[in-house]
DNA sequence: CACGGAAAGC
DNA sequence: GCTTTCCGTG
């Protein structure tokens, strides 16, 4: 029995920028956790949206030859998983061994289109969790610092 | 390990 | 803007 998470399927296509974007780290994590072969690797773990890195040094690997940056480690991707922390697509669990969670209705916003965002179940869901007191224009703000809309 | 400032690269 | 690199701190 394995871990399903209610992703639509445009969430898991990190590499459908017509713009040729560079791939972001949390996009080439949702690749690997897709993915079973990577299941000794990296996988959904715990709560909802939470995941555990099982081999830090292979996930580094495999980002450093996505990336070509040879001499990727964990250190340093850890960095850059950090710097979500306050853009809110990610956080730490705290007292668990290399083990995130994706904040699921952020990261799913930011792939929203934005036409229809309004009244998506992702933006109810959101403020709900939140208790309403994330403002409409910082989500939308997200949005558009992330270039996410390619379509 | 985990955190976050600082600076540099692209 | 999103890391990559480096590193002091807890």
Same mark, same amino acid.
């Given at each position: 029995?394995?871990?399903?998470?209610? %992703?639509?399927?445009? =969430?898991?296509?990190? @590499?459908?920028?017509?713009?040729?974007?560079?791939? *972001?780290?949390? &996009? %080439?994590? !949702?690749?690997? !956790?897709?993915? @079973? @072969?990577?299941?000794? #690797?990296?996988?959904? *773990?715990?709560?909802?949206?939470?995941?555990?890195?099982?081999?830090?040094? @292979?996930? =580094?690997?495999?980002?450093?030859?996505?990336?070509?940056?040879? &001499?990727?480690n964990y250190d340093k991707l850890s960095r850059?998983?950090?710097?979500?922390? $306050?853009?809110?697509?990610? &956080?730490? /669990?705290?007292?668990?061994?290399? /083990?995130?969670? %994706?904040?699921?209705?952020?990261? #799913? !916003?930011?792939n929203y289109p934005i036409l229809d965002m309004? $009244?998506?179940?992702?933006?109810?869901?959101?403020? &709900?969790?939140?208790?309403?007191?994330?403002?409409?224009?910082? *989500?939308? $703000?997200?949005? #558009?610092?992330?270039?996410?809309?390619?379509?």
């Amino acid at each position: 029995l394995k871990a399903r998470f209610a %992703f639509p399927d445009w =969430a898991y296509k990190p @590499e459908s920028s017509p713009g040729s974007r560079q791939i *972001q780290l949390w &996009h %080439f994590i !949702l690749e690997l !956790l897709q993915k @079973e @072969e990577y299941q000794g #690797v990296i996988a959904w *773990q715990g709560d909802y949206g939470e995941f555990v890195i099982k081999d830090p040094d @292979e996930v =580094a690997r495999l980002w450093g030859i996505r990336k070509c940056k040879p &001499h990727m480690n964990y250190d340093k991707l850890s960095r850059a998983l950090r710097y979500y922390y $306050n853009k809110r697509i990610l &956080h730490k /669990t705290k007292g668990k061994r290399f /083990t995130y969670k %994706f904040n699921f209705s952020k990261v #799913v !916003l930011v792939n929203y289109p934005i036409l229809d965002m309004a $009244n998506s179940p992702f933006f109810l869901a959101q403020n &709900h969790f939140n208790g309403g007191v994330l403002k409409k224009n910082e *989500q939308i $703000n997200l949005i #558009v610092s992330n270039s996410a809309l390619d379509y």
